[in-house]
Nanobody
């Protein structure tokens, strides 16, 4: 089992920035992927950014150039730096980890961007 704990969400004005963190209870060295997803009210959960075992990072088109995902293996933590936030970025952001033992989700952190 792996526990994932997200933090860093909050309320920010459009154009502002937030940094989300996701701390894992186990090492993130031997993962298949680790990523950030988001779900807005009435919408399906969607991929925001995802890193694979080779450190290749994919971003959703809607966040390219604004969001940056990174990892700190020593802290078993991944981050999502979100700049130039827009009201349409408002959602619950979830951390996801996929490894040989299964797929795991965090509890989510709310991000609200006011116009």
């Amino acid at each position: 089992q792996v526990q994932l704990v997200e933090s860093g969400g909050g309320l920010v004005q459009a154009g502002g920035s937030l940094r989300l963190s996701c701390a894992a209870s186990r090492s993130i060295l031997n993962i298949n992927t680790m990523g950030w997803y988001r779900q807005a009210p009435g919408k399906q959960r969607e991929l925001v950014a995802r890193i694979n075992s080779g450190d290749w990072i994919d971003y959703a088109d809607s966040v390219k150039g604004r969001f940056t995902m990174s990892r700190d293996n020593a802290k078993n933590t991944v981050y999502l730096q979100m700049n130039s936030l827009k009201p349409e970025d408002t959602a619950v952001y979830y951390c996801n980890l996929d490894r040989w033992s299964g797929t795991y989700w965090g509890q989510g952190t709310q991000v609200t961007v006011s116009s």
